[in-house]
């Protein structure tokens, strides 16, 4: 098993640039999530999906996008990619309790 | 608000010493109660569930006290590799992720 993997592993953005980060688990889990995580913030929930066809917001959805086509992928979306976004960013999957985490993605938009 | 919080440290401690620290959270309602470690430039991985009989895994103890609202990480004769910052994650209720809150973390440094 992979487990949750994603790509890519760092990117640079100019400020109203798009983009996709893929994120992709092994697990058959269907829970997935997306977190983004700052210094001093901690992690903080962007948007999730209990199942492939369901997604839903969490605390900080803004400037994002999702969807969950298949059990295995959740892409998330910046549509127009601003400095305030600069962060890494943790794709999750989970069984009912435990939450597996990829590898991040570090993310700069200058 | 769903807040859970923990002391940032850093906590400097030396090898072989015992080293605890707490978190408090703040809903009464919470149901379930989790250690997570990472390591620096790392992701979190899950380190204890925490039960409410206490629990011990080798050199780790996780208590729950809910009257007073807090759960507890001691680290017996602790180990250079176990420096790393801890997230104290509280589910608040739900089945997924959405019930979940992560505390910033506490940095613990052991030195040799």
């Known amino acids: 098993n992979a487990g949750v993997t994603q790509t890519p592993k760092f990117q640079v953005l100019k400020t109203g640039q798009s983009m996709t980060l893929q994120c992709a688990q092994d697990?058959?889990?269907?829970?997935m999530s997306w977190y983004r995580q700052d210094p001093g913030m901690g992690l903080r929930l962007i948007h999730y999906?209990?199942?492939?066809?369901?997604?839903d917001q969490g605390e900080v959805p803004n400037g994002y996008n999702v969807s969950r086509s298949t059990t295995e992928d959740f892409p998330l979306r910046l549509l127009s990619a601003a400095p305030s976004q600069t962060s890494v960013y943790f794709c999750?999957?989970?069984?009912?309790?435990?939450?597996?985490f990829g590898p991040g993605t570090r993310l700069t938009v200058t | 608000r769903k807040e859970v919080e923990q002391d940032p440290g850093p906590f400097n401690v030396p090898e072989g010493a015992t080293v605890a620290f707490n978190c408090t959270y703040s809903n009464s309602a919470s149901q379930s109660f989790f250690w997570y470690r990472q390591d620096c430039r790392k992701e979190p991985k899950l380190l204890m569930s925490v039960y409410s009989s206490g629990n011990e895994d080798g050199r780790f103890t996780a208590q729950l006290n809910r009257a007073s609202q807090y759960i507890s990480l001691l680290i017996r004769d602790s180990k250079l590799s176990d420096s790393a910052t801890y997230l104290c994650?509280?589910?608040?209720?739900?089945?997924?992720?959405?019930?979940?809150?992560f505390g910033k973390g506490t940095h613990l440094i052991i030195q040799p």
């Open positions: 999750a999957s989970s069984n009912t309790h435990e939450q597996y």
């Open positions: 994650v509280v589910n608040m209720g739900g089945g997924g992720a959405d019930g979940l809150t």
């Open positions: 697990m058959n889990h269907e829970y």
């Open positions: 999906s209990v199942g492939a066809g369901i997604t």
